[in-house]
Nanobody, 120 residues
Framework: QVQLVESGGGLVQAGGSLRLSCAAS??????MGWFRQAPRKEREFVAS????????YYADSVKGRFTTSRDNTKNTVYLQMNSLKPEDTAVYYC???????????????WGQGTQVTVSS
């Protein structure tokens, strides 16, 4: 089992920044992913990172604005979100899985989610 605890969401004005954290405990997996889900929309991929090599992958909608990183000593991954837009408003989830895919079914464990609201 892997337990994931997220923190760092909140309300920010457009153009602002937030940093999300996801602390992992229990069994380890190879990849961590970030997803988001806005009201009445499907959960969508945001970014992923590999624990060992640190390789990252981003959705086109956040490329150049969001950065994911990891601290192996703390078993924590981060999502730095800059130049936020109202359309980034969603519940953000971190997830753990073996393959780092861009679909939710590629992950086995999920955090509780944290709300990010970007006002215009």
């Amino acid at each position: 089992q892997v337990q994931l605890v997220e923190s760092g969401g909140g309300l920010v004005q457009a153009g602002g920044s937030l940093r999300l954290s996801c602390a992992a405990s229990g069994r380890t997996t190879d990849y961590m992913g970030w997803f988001r889900q806005a009201p009445r929309k499907e959960r969508e991929f945001v970014a992923s990172i590999n624990w060992s090599g640190g390789s990252t992958y981003y959705a086109d909608s956040v490329k150049g604005r969001f950065t994911t990183s990891r601290d192996n000593t703390k078993n924590t991954v981060y999502l730095q979100m800059n130049s936020l837009k109202p359309e980034d408003t969603a519940v953000y989830y971190c997830a753990a899985g073996r393959f780092g895919r861009t679909v939710p079914t590629g992950y086995d464990y999920w955090g509780q989610g944290t709300q990010v609201t970007v006002s215009s």
